[in-house]
Nanobody
């Protein structure tokens, strides 16, 4: 089994910062890309930021210059530093990872349970 556990969400005022963390655990052989998606109230889930195993990153236009994704491969952990937060960043944030389990010979995508981020004064 694989688990992705997020932490770091909460309530923050506009202009504030939060740092999300997501640790992958279980019988993991290798992790390829890791990333963050979010689902605002009443909207579909959307990609926020992705980071490859080699460290290449990609961001949604709406968060470029404000959010930074990073990862610690030794800890199977991905982070999302969110600065200058805006009310429109309010959403449930989901961690995702494309990985291969030790028992398998294929890559599969796994999701965390989500963490709420609310930006409000």
């Amino acid at each position: 089994q694989v688990q992705l556990v997020e932490s770091g969400g909460g309530l923050v005022q506009p202009g504030g910062s939060l740092r999300l963390s997501c640790a992958a655990s279980g019988s993991i052989f290798s992790i390829d890309a890791m990333g963050w998606y979010r689902q605002p109230p009443g909207n579909e889930r959307e990609s926020v930021a992705v980071i490859t195993s080699g460290g290449s990153t990609n961001y949604a236009d709406s968060v470029k210059g404000r959010f930074t994704i990073s990862r610690d491969n030794a800890k199977n952990t991905v982070y999302l530093q969110m600065n200058d937060l805006k009310p429109e960043d309010t959403a449930v944030y989901y961690c995702t990872a494309v990985l291969m389990m030790k028992r398998d010979t294929y890559w599969a995508r796994y999701w965390g349970q989500g963490t709420q981020v609310t930006v409000s004064s």
